[in-house]
């Protein structure tokens, strides 16, 4: 089934179908079970986080449709707007303000209160779309890494260095737009920053990436990953936690309707 092409990695590649729908087609020899898994996440998601409403913006995972009949490939629904990727610069303040603000709905639903739980593991700039008529933000990929147990923090970490890692490189994220972020994560986070919690966090996502790097990346690319943990150590180890304490909102304030 042919379509327009989103996104494509050596693992797989994002379509828009002519009805407007998704459908992500895996590459690799295991690509059955990346769909099943898929759609048991997409699933669990839909029966734990839903649909949720927040000051008149509609924050909400996609659904799954159907899946191919060889299993390689997960039909998704139609889901109105823009990658949050290909939006212009003048939109990412406001758009990013709403990722931080669904990413604290998900983690208050998902997480029932804990810091430790079924963590999202993949809300990356690829993975959001968002509709500003509508007023409506999708996540559409929670990525394979979805079922494992970690602290919400690292799902708001893997977040912003993918805004540094995507956006920055295409002149779309000034501090601003992260500043935007962490504001809609901290007014809606219905639990208070856990200092201890959020440095565990980092550096359990520092040494994903330094893993990652390590088996994937070559020495040019392992160079600039350590330039950018030295140039960027300020903002993730002193910047993020102050600004988190400083503008949560007290428990208890948060309002939501399904």
């Known amino acids: 089934m042919e379509g327009k092409l989103i996104t494509r990695t050596n693992k797989a590649e ?3 179908l ?3 729908s998704l459908l992500k087609r895996y590459f690799t020899k295991n690509a059955v079970d990346r769909v099943r898994h898929d759609q048991r996440s997409l699933q669990y998601i839909q029966e734990h986080f839903g649909e949720v409403y927040y000051e008149a913006w509609l924050y ?6 159907w899946v191919s009949p060889d299993g390689t490939a997960l039909c998704l629904e139609f889901v109105p707007g823009c990658e949050l990727a290909e939006l ?3 939109r990412m ?9 669904w990413l604290a709905l998900y983690h208050n639903r998902i997480l029932d209160g804990n810091t430790e739980g079924l963590i999202h593991t993949d809300f990356t700039v690829h993975n959001i779309i968002l509709d500003f008529e509508q007023k409506r933000v999708t996540a559409i990929d929670p990525g394979m890494t979805w079922g494992r147990l970690g602290f919400a923090y690292e799902d708001l970490l893997i ?5 540094l890692v995507v956006l920055v490189g295409r002149r779309k994220a000034p501090f601003s737009a992260i500043i935007a972020c962490l504001k809609g994560y901290a007014l809606v986070k219905e639990t208070k920053l856990d200092l201890a919690i959020y440095y565990r966090s980092l550096f359990r996502e520092l040494r994903r990436q330094v893993r990652k790097y390590a088996t994937e990346g070559g020495y040019v690319k392992r160079l600039v990953f350590l330039l950018l943990v030295v140039f960027l150590s300020p903002l993730f180890l002193f910047f993020i936690p102050g600004y988190l304490y400083a503008e949560q909102r007290p428990a ?6 399904t």
Request: with cysteine.
């Open 14 to 16: 994002l379509l828009r």
């Open 18 to 20: 002519p009805d407007g």
């Open 60 to 65: 909400r995972a996609v659904k799954p449709l």
């Open 88 to 90: 212009p610069k003048s």
């Open 93 to 101: 303040k406001e758009a990013e303000y709403h990722c931080g603000v």
């Open 159 to 163: 977040h912003i260095y993918s805004m």
């Open 252 to 257: 208890n304030m948060v309002t939501e309707r």
